[in-house]
């Protein structure tokens, strides 16, 4: 006996699960946003440094934090967003989000060129603002895109 599934819910069903990454996840930590910007204002005061050895050192400390943070966050979620794939009302904030983040780096090198330890100051409340702004704004869209996918 064969049995025939409605095309159109087998095409829901994988878009449900094609999605499911994107909007079936853990909340992000109140901490999150506060931690990034204050991450990446310490990389652009360790910029700002005198001496190779001293900048160098730097980087290096914030390039180890960054790769633990990746590795555990991978562990949280089980998967790293990107852009390819991503359902249509998440793909659009992350979009956004590129567009903010080019802003934010033209404020903070235009601030950098005035001062290092200014720069590192607008660096701290763009990035920290900007990273809750878009993860408010991605909780939108993922609710937005569970609703059209129920």
């Known amino acids: 006996m064969e049995s ?10 994988a878009e449900r699960a094609a999605a499911a990454p994107y909007v079936d996840y853990p909340t992000t930590p109140a901490w999150y946003p506060p931690a990034v910007g204050v991450w990446a204002a310490a ?19 914030l390039i180890v934090l960054e790769v633990l943070f990746i590795a555990w966050y991978r562990r949280k979620r089980g ?40 720069a590192a100051v607008v660096a701290l409340v763009l990035v920290t603002a900007g990273v809750a702004a878009y ?16």
């Open 4 to 13: 025939f599934s409605d095309p159109r819910q087998d095409l829901a069903d």
């Open 43 to 61: 990389l652009v005061a360790v910029l700002g440094f005198d001496g190779h050895a001293l900048r160098s050192a730097g980087l290096a400390v």
């Open 79 to 118: 998967v790293m967003p990107n852009l390819r794939g991503a359902p249509r009302e998440i793909a659009r904030e992350m979009r956004w989000y590129v567009v903010g983040v080019v802003v934010v780096v033209a404020v903070v090198g235009a601030a950098f060129a005035v001062s290092s330890l200014l």
């Open 135 to 150: 993860e408010r704004r991605y909780e939108v869209a993922a609710a937005r895109t569970r609703e059209r996918l129920s």
